[in-house]
């Protein structure tokens, strides 16, 4: 038994070949069959496929007053800029309850009974976008979302308990995020974002703003951001893109919208013109095609949830959330797709939502990376990202790949499985591979991934031989080094693992081992959290050292890397090959 586990764990070839030498003198060949097998040629053109990229380097903020704190090497896109945010105050009955109002101290219009005029006022969105700027951190996009106040003049608010049909409500005069009604008056607010435009250019230059990019609107379809009719949108944005583009005709302006299939609560819930609220994606797209209207960039947003099965198929990721964007036949070539909200979460209602610390989440983000770099997704923006060790390894194992052309896997399963408790799963095993040369120096990474999106309490192992041919003389000597991350390693799980840590977790079902703990532990359970140490952290082997072997070809110029690797469910791992 200690033989089998020393041969299925990650070896050099050198290894490999001195036990086959001590047996005999056969053709190299597996010491044991593998499950799954995977073999990628860096030497033929035709399998080169995108060259990689860092996804991930775009963090959230939402109305920042004093710059942004964000790990180093990310971009930031704010949210909530122009005004339109609240605050909450004491309630009028009791001094324990609150509501939200309007809070204009960041509004950047008003509007003067006086004069009857609106007024402008650029400074609030000045000093924070010099904080940002000052504090070393890239603007990637600001969001034009959340007109100010001022632009609600004019609307006639009913009570809660009436639908006319034509009146927006009092309780959609301010919404959980602020100011989600349409201007009231459109050329008023064309005006305003033309003389922005002009500001922005002013104090930052044409080139500079040219480089941000301008969003318009958040998750349009969720009523809380956006309580005004599909036909309302269109109009708003139409007019929001031509007042950006007669300042700026190079300005990137995109949108935000949630995916071509969603409808909002199952169609439970109208809108205030008793309307079924449904994604505006494709109503968008032809208006746009039909106006001459140019997008550059369209986000969607994304919460998968470990808990339910449909939302955390990784391979599934692209199919529901941008093919039917970018088939629709009005669809403009060339447009940047990406993930303008993300997180996998184990628990999500309304603006609530408990972020998962698990290993079956880091496989669900590498798988997921895996599919949509193939698809050209550009960014998926995350939130948080404050502090250097923000940076989980499931990201941070895809960083330095940034720049290597990937070739075409090809992966083939066998039919042994490696069982755990007697149980089989049942759900076709998900086992994928980024691998990557890079063209200078030829050098080659693996990232090779198990995740199982039918049982996230599944336990079991696979076998994965992996074979990359490459452009080296067989014998020619290399170095590796590898790096396994799984449940094992988590910190979080190794913590929940222990005997009655069930009781350090908050009383609820939403409450569970597959979120944080931050989150989901009780002040029991965090007290013990804060002295915790992981026995088992992912780390990095020491660099070890190989030969290649001949191709089955036998072309001199070419040889083999072979390695083994014993996967356990929701893991992935890094193998770095380096040549002298």
């Known amino acids: 038994m200690k033989k089998r586990k020393m041969v299925l764990s990650l070896m050099g070839v050198a290894a490999v070949i001195a036990l086959l030498n001590a047996c005999s003198t056969q053709r190299l060949a597996s010491p044991a069959p593998a499950d799954v097998n995977i073999t990628v040629d860096t030497t033929n053109p035709h399998l080169a496929r995108e060259t990689l990229y860092d996804m991930w380097q775009v963090a959230n903020r939402i109305s920042p007053k004093n710059g942004v704190q964000v790990r180093p090497g990310m971009k930031v896109n704010t949210v909530r800029m122009v005004g339109g945010i609240n605050k909450k105050v004491n309630g009028v009955k009791t001094k324990t309850k609150t509501k939200k109002v309007p809070d204009t101290e960041y509004d950047l219009a008003f509007f003067d009974e006086k004069t009857q005029a609106y007024v402008y006022n650029f400074k609030p969105l000045t000093q924070r976008i010099n904080a940002i700027i000052n504090g ?180 599934q990721k692209f199919e529901t959330l941008f093919s039917d964007l970018v088939n629709h036949p009005k669809w403009q070539k060339g447009t940047v797709i990406d993930l303008e909200e993300f997180s996998v979460v184990s628990f999500i209602k309304g603006s609530q939502l408990i972020t998962s610390d698990t290993a079956q989440s880091d496989s669900f983000m590498v798988a997921m990376t895996d599919t949509f770099l193939t698809h050209g997704v550009d960014q998926v923006f995350q939130w948080g990202q404050r502090e250097p060790s923000h940076e989980l390894w499931r990201t941070e194992s895809l960083k330095n790949m940034a720049g290597k052309v990937r070739y075409q896997a090809d992966i083939q399963s066998a039919t042994a499985i490696k069982k755990a408790h007697n149980t089989e799963p049942s759900y076709p095993h998900l086992i994928g591979a980024i691998i990557a040369k890079d063209p200078q120096h030829h050098h080659v990474d693996a990232l090779i991934y198990h995740y199982n999106p039918k049982n ?125």
């Not at 007109?147 to 034509?166: C, E, H, L, M, S």
């Not at 067989?474 to 190794?494: C, D, E, L, P, S």
């Not at 050292?545 to 110029?557: D, F, H, I, W």
């Open 136 to 315: 070393g951190t890239p603007i990637h996009q600001l969001v034009l979302d959340q007109p100010p106040w001022a632009f609600q003049r004019g609307y006639t608010f009913i009570p809660n308990d009436q639908k006319d049909g034509v009146n927006f409500r009092e309780k959609e005069r301010v919404s959980i995020y602020g100011n989600s009604l349409p201007p009231y008056d459109l050329n008023a607010y064309s005006d305003f974002i033309s003389a922005l435009m002009r500001h922005l250019v002013n104090e930052y230059g044409a080139k500079t703003v040219a480089s941000w990019r301008l969003r318009v609107g958040s998750e349009i379809e969720t009523p809380d951001h956006w309580y005004g009719t599909e036909q309302e949108f269109i109009a708003y944005f139409a007019a929001t893109v031509k007042a950006i583009r007669a300042v700026l005709p190079s300005a990137k302006v995109g949108v935000h919208t949630r995916d071509p299939r969603f409808v909002y609560r199952n169609g439970t819930i109208t809108n205030y013109k008793n309307q079924v609220i449904r994604s505006f994606a494709n109503a968008i797209i032809e208006y746009c095609h039909d106006n001459n209207i140019r997008y550059d960039f369209w986000g969607v947003s994304d919460y998968p949830i470990l808990s339910l099965e449909h939302t955390r198929d990784p391979k």
């Open 456 to 580: 996230i309490t599944a336990t079991y192992s696979k076998t994965v031989h992996t074979h990359i041919a490459v452009a080296q003389p067989a014998g020619t000597t290399y170095k590796y080094r590898h790096r396994i991350a799984g449940v094992k390693h988590r910190k979080f799980q190794n913590f929940m693992a222990q005997p009655q840590a069930q009781d350090g977790l908050k009383e609820g079902e939403i409450y569970t081992r597959y979120g944080n703990p931050h989150k989901v532990l009780n002040k029991a359970g965090l007290a013990k959290w804060a002295s915790y140490v992981n026995p088992h952290p992912s780390v990095w082997s020491e660099w070890k050292q190989g030969v290649t072997l001949p191709n089955k070809a036998g072309l001199s110029n070419q040889s083999v890397v072979s390695f083994y690797a014993d996967l356990p469910v929701f893991s992935f791992e890094k193998v770095e090959i380096r040549w002298p």
